[in-house]
């Protein structure tokens, strides 16, 4: 698939274009939902032109779910370690001091259009890493437990950022931990 693909085995060129791409769509999803966004302008702010957008993507959709994966693919990597420590608040603080190091972009995409395609790569590279994921709660399908919990951090997420953006990350992690990650890795007894 030519929309989304990893960075590895790109040469250099289209990995910078790609990331202006990605910036520029950053920037603008700031003041404007994707559906307000045009194709010439994310190439303007990009500084590439009209028709080389196209050569990366076929759409600006795409574009948004190549921005969308790129970040769900950095947080999980940021934040895996910890998250297999079992230590539940660690984690859920990592995740949001994360989220809000990167609060612009991640506002714009869970706030502005993108939060199903955030929701879907969320759940792509945590499965790609599922299997070295400690396991727990033996009553849980592990997919479907997995589609959940990120159902639920998508929307917390999305709730701070929009409705309660005067919550620190420390407040939100602990909403976090205490609503559903801590009973995701507590041991069964």
Known sequence: ???VTTEEGQDRRVRRTRR???EA??????DNSIEQITVKE????ADIGYTTFFRHFTTKEAALADLADYEAEELIAHC????RSADSRAASLVFCQHIDSRRRVWTALLTGGAAS???EALVRHTLERSNDWPQSRS?????SGLTLVIGLLVEVLGWWLSRAENLTPEHVSEIM???FISKLVEKEG
């Open 177 to 179: 931990d205490r609503l």
């Open 139 to 143: 009553w849980l399908p592990p997919e």
């Open 25 to 30: 769509l950053q920037t603008l999803l700031q």
């Open 1 to 3: 698939m030519k929309d």
């Open 117 to 119: 395609i955030v929701r």
């Open 80 to 83: 895996f370690p910890l998250l």
């Open 20 to 22: 202006a791409i990605r």
């Open 42 to 45: 994310i190439a303007a702010e």
